[in-house]
Nanobody, 124 residues
Framework: QVQLVESGGGLVQAGGSLRLSCAASGGTFSNYNMGWFRQAPGKEREFVAAITRSGSSTFYANSVKGRFTISRDNAKNTAYLQMNGLKPEDTAVYYC?????????????????WGQGTQVTASS
C-alpha cells in the first residue's frame, strides 16, 4: 500500500509560481509512474502532468504546457510539480497519484493510489 502526501500549495497572485511536492511511502517509488491531477469547484478532476518511472518521459495537458514542469527524485521518493505563470483558471485542489500501469497516464482510472490533495489559488 502506497501513501502519498502532497505539500506546497497556497495562495499566489496571477503570474506567480509554486512548487508542489508529493512524498511517497509504503512501496517502491520507482515502480510507479506518477501523475498530477486537479479539480476545481463544480468541475471534474482533470489531468495536469505525468512522468514515467525513470523520469525519462513526461506528459502535459495542453493548458499547462510550457508553464508547468513535472519531475521526480527516486532517491527521495518524491515527485514535484513546478508551476510558473499561474493563472486564476489554475485554481484547484491538486492531487498526486501513482500508477503501476504504463498506459494512458492521462486517465485518472489508470492510477492506483491518490494523495489527499493540496489547494492552489491564483488570484487576479
Amino acid at each position: 500500500q502506497v501513501q502519498l502526501v502532497e505539500s506546497g500549495g497556497g495562495l499566489v497572485q496571477a503570474g506567480g509560481s509554486l512548487r508542489l511536492s508529493c512524498a511517497a511511502s509504503g512501496g517502491t517509488f520507482s515502480n510507479y509512474n506518477m501523475g498530477w491531477f486537479r479539480q476545481a469547484p463544480g468541475k471534474e478532476r482533470e489531468f495536469v502532468a505525468a512522468i514515467t518511472r525513470s523520469g525519462s518521459s513526461t506528459f502535459y495537458a495542453n493548458s499547462v504546457k510550457g508553464r508547468f514542469t513535472i519531475s521526480r527524485d527516486n532517491a527521495k521518493n518524491t515527485a514535484y510539480l513546478q508551476m510558473n505563470g499561474l493563472k486564476p483558471e489554475d485554481t484547484a485542489v491538486y492531487y498526486c497519484a501513482a500508477s503501476r500501469s504504463g498506459l494512458k497516464l492521462g486517465i485518472a482510472t489508470q492510477y492506483d493510489y491518490w494523495g489527499q490533495g493540496t489547494q492552489v489559488t491564483a488570484s487576479s
